[in-house]
């Protein structure tokens, strides 16, 4: 159960994601403006049945995407995962069809490490899962294509 502290921290953190910084990433990438931090998931809304996008950080390897969930199951795109795993993310110009699974047994701090280069990138990145995190949980998304 959520404790009121980490409730306001997961709804100061949705407002801030869903009006302001997923917006700003969006208006970049209409523009041609992308970075190797930022991928793009896409899922099918859980209620409405639509492509839903989101920009997250992804780790990518030959079979697949690592993705960190940091509210965990209250994410929209965690819930749409949940309704239905078949889900596209784009690294650069390339998209990718996969399967999601939740992986709740995955060290979330060390997964985190692996999104960036470097011992300060990685710390940075680690750091700031931490600071962003209420309930944090891993993604696998494994490519069926």
């Not at 998931?41 to 989101?54: D, F, S």
């Not at 030959?62 to 960190?68: E, M, N, Q, R, S």
């Amino acid at each position: 159960m959520p404790t009121s502290t980490s409730l306001r921290k997961f709804k100061r953190e949705r407002f801030i994601g869903r009006y302001l910084a997923n917006p700003a990433v969006a208006a970049l990438d209409r523009v041609g403006i992308r970075s190797k931090l930022v991928s793009e998931l896409e899922t099918t809304g859980a209620k409405t049945g639509l492509p839903r996008r989101v920009p997250v950080t992804a780790t990518f390897d030959d079979d697949g995407a690592w993705v960190i969930c940091q509210h965990g199951q209250r994410a929209g795109w965690a819930r749409n995962i949940a309704a239905d795993p078949q889900v596209r993310i784009r690294r650069g110009d390339r998209w990718y069809t996969g399967t999601a699974e939740f992986v709740p047994d995955d060290d979330v701090v060390a997964r985190a490490r692996t999104f960036a280069d470097g011992r300060i990138m990685r710390s940075a990145v680690a750091w700031t899962v931490r600071a962003l995190e209420t309930d944090p949980v891993s993604v696998r998304i494994t490519f069926t294509s």
